[in-house]
């Protein structure tokens, strides 16, 4: 009797030893590490190329540009874009202006200029196609101490090629027909205008010479580098001031 209750002792005692290993190994003993991978994240990066270092200066001299939103179906472009710039500026303030049409696609100067009603036929315009340009008002002040607001434009330019275009936009007059209503001297005795060259703060410049001061075409090839059309003496004048500073 007692070698089989030993025997059932020992049995019972090697089954809980049995059951305190396994509980052992499989509920007490740690998980291994399982490697977790970063909560992923979503990072906006905006992917642009090298800015041109002439724009860059447009935008330093004359102010960040506001945005001017014009359908290229606008029957009426340029009394759409004076409406778009009416206010303008206080005096001795530039304010500038990027044009983009219905689709959010900025519009070239080219685009601009055709939309004026500059004929591609006898012009060859390639050579202001960029999109780096912009819309300028100045305010400054006439005879009888008003601020008026005149409009410039201002690209970067291919030197050769913006000389090129220049010359042959001269031919006949066509620049001062093409630019008298949206530079606003249409009424001006201008029809039988040719430009007169001058020279300003060291820069050649050729204008047409009309009764007011205030009203009229000039334009320059700065440096090589822009094209700059004004409407006013005073506009023209600070333009080249301003530009002149970074050069």
């Known amino acids: 009797f007692f070698g089989n209750k030993q025997f059932l002792i020992s049995g019972a005692v090697i089954i809980i030893l049995l059951f305190v290993g396994a509980y052992w190994f499989f509920v007490r003993s740690p998980s291994p590490d399982v490697a977790v991978s970063p909560t992923p994240t979503t990072s906006t990066s905006e992917s642009t190329s ?56 900025p519009y070239t100067f080219k685009d601009f200029l055709i939309k004026l009603g500059v004929s591609e036929n006898s012009i060859n315009l390639e050579a202001v196609s960029s999109t780096e340009w912009r819309l ?45 209503d949206v530079l606003g001297y249409k009424d001006e005795p201008y029809k039988d205008q040719t430009l007169t060259v001058d020279k300003y703060n060291s820069i050649d410049f050729k204008y047409i010479k009309l009764p007011d001061r205030n009203q009229g075409l000039s334009y320059a090839v700065f440096t090589n580098k822009y094209l700059l059309i004004a409407s006013s003496r005073d506009s023209f004048r600070a333009a080249i001031d301003a530009l002149a500073s970074s050069y």
């Open 136 to 180: 300028i008002t100045y305010g400054h002040y006439d005879d009888q101490a008003n601020i008026i607001v005149k409009t410039l434009f201002i690209s970067t330019v291919d030197g050769i090629k913006i000389n090129n275009l220049m010359s042959s936009w001269e031919q006949n007059s066509v620049i001062i027909d093409d630019m008298a």
């Open 50 to 105: 090298p800015e041109n270092p002439n724009l860059s200066i447009l935008d330093q001299k004359f102010g960040p540009f506001n945005i001017i939103t014009l359908s290229k179906s606008d029957l009426d472009f340029v009394r759409s874009v004076k409406k778009a710039i009416a206010g303008g500026s206080k005096a001795g303030e530039f304010k500038s202006y990027q044009l983009f049409d219905e689709n959010n696609n």
